[in-house]
């Protein structure tokens, strides 16, 4: 089977292929391509050279592996598989499906002889005796639904047409969105597949390992969630919101809703910091979704919102790059936000559906980004402007931004 190759992901794992020491996790929301992206993987090595009896693939969630639940079976069938000498390649897909399953891959890297590679849809899989058990042995690769230019790239792999207007086949990857599958569908098949991405994790990744006993109450809560993606929340407005529509919840079963949407990669919180005190500010974040699919797949009205769209996808490629993102604040301005990385470098970035309307509208894009004294770069993304030159701040469309896979 051909498969699409996700270049911009490939290229963080393959200094490990052969290591044996170092367990490779890949993360990601479910549907998002960690299955194909381990297939590749394996291609690749056996394109290298490996023979096909020295890779081990295991997809525990397909016919004949199903039954595999704990660690004693998921051990037998490793041995069983492992005929060849030498060095080999084991590939688990969905391996928290096994119970304790971190003693078994623990074994086996332990014997220096298998370059390990796992999936898990969800942060279950690092939030136990995997992290604890592994400190420094792991390293977590985090897989995200297509940026827009693997979604062209996608589109053009599977001989779909793509408009010569860049601006219009944006529009359409916002109300798409990126789970790879979803292209070979359209219209209400398209809207079907993703909510049946969402059942699906509310069954394999949710309800298996946590109680939720009003379902119809925990729905509600997503759906709050999903609806006002890109808007500030604190845990009292959001209480207060669904009182006041009839959903009667606690404080602490609210928080533990949200945590269960994070923890299943739904969504993601984006928390704010004070550039001024450089410190975190408690109680207000704002929630972004893993894919935008989901908010298009709840709601019958395909008008773009661009505000929170936008700025949707700005957060997603930017983590997809490896940067840490929050929210800045500026004294009573705000920057929608500060990028980090390791090294300690930064930008900040400030997204706008346009700053073409009016003079006021340019001057409250620009001025959180002038308001910033230090020297890191300053970026402002809009939809689909002419390209202004001002203050040293980089403007850019972001459809050829993402499009040419530009880093900040």
């Known amino acids: 089977m051909r498969l699409y190759k996700r270049e911009n992901y490939l290229k963080k794992i393959r200094g490990f292929y052969h290591d044996t020491d170092i367990i490779k996790v890949i993360t990601g929301v479910r549907r998002c391509g960690k299955s194909c992206l ?3 993987i394996a291609g690749e090595l056996t394109e290298a ?4 009896e020295n890779i081990i693939y295991l997809n525990l969630d397909k016919r004949g592996y199903r039954n595999i639940k704990t660690t004693d079976q998921l ?6 598989k492992s005929i060849a000498a030498g060095p080999k390649y084991l590939f688990i897909d969905e391996v928290q499906n096994v119970k304790d399953f971190e003693e078994v891959i623990n074994g086996f890297r332990e014997e220096d002889e298998y370059s390990i590679f796992i999936t898990g849809s969800n942060s279950y899989l690092l939030s136990g005796e ?7 042995r792991y390293l977590e690769f985090e897989l995200y639904t297509l940026s827009f230019e693997e979604y062209l790239g996608m589109k053009e792999f599977l001989g779909k047409t793509i408009q010569s207007d860049l601006t219009a086949e944006f529009d359409n990857y916002i109300s798409e969105g990126g789970f790879p599958k979803a292209l070979q569908y359209e219209g209400a098949d398209k809207r079907a597949y993703i909510q049946g991405v969402i059942n699906e994790i509310f069954k394999k990744d949710i309800k298996k390992r946590v109680k939720i006993r009003k379902v119809s109450v925990f729905e509600t809560v997503q759906r709050y969630i999903i609806n006002n993606y890109g808007a500030t929340m ?4 959001i209480l207060e919101e669904l009182h006041k529509n009839g959903c009667p919840i606690k404080r602490e079963t609210l928080h533990r809703y949200i945590r269960i949407l994070e923890e299943a990669k739904i969504i993601y919180p984006c928390y704010r910091f004070d550039l001024k005190s450089k410190k975190s500010i408690s109680g207000e974040q704002k929630y972004y979704l893993a894919d935008l699919g989901f908010y298009f797949a709840f709601n019958t009205d395909k008008r773009i919102n661009y505000g929170p769209a936008l700025e949707n996808i700005v957060y997603t490629y930017a983590r997809s790059k490896g940067y840490d993102v929050s929210v800045g604040r500026i004294g009573k301005l705000e920057c929608d936000f500060i990028l980090g990385q390791n090294n300690m470098d930064y930008a900040y970035v400030q997204v706008a559906m346009t700053i073409m309307n009016s003079l006021d509208t340019e001057e409250r894009e620009y001025r959180p980004l002038e308001s910033i004294r230090d020297n890191y770069p300053k970026y402002l993304l809009t939809r689909n402007d002419l390209i202004q030159h001002r203050s040293g701040i980089k403007h850019y469309n972001i459809a050829p931004f993402m499009k040419d896979n530009r880093l900040f």
Do not use: F
């Not at 050279?49 to 096909?52: E, K, P, Y």
């Not at 051990?75 to 069983?80: G, H, P, R, S």
């Not at 604190?234 to 407005?237: A, E, K, M, P, W």
């Open 49 to 52: 050279g490996i023979a096909s």
């Open 130 to 136: 995997l992290a604890t058990k592994l400190t420094g």
């Open 38 to 40: 381990m297939e590749t």
């Open 75 to 80: 051990d037998a069938l490793i041995e069983e």
């Open 234 to 237: 604190s845990l009292t407005n």
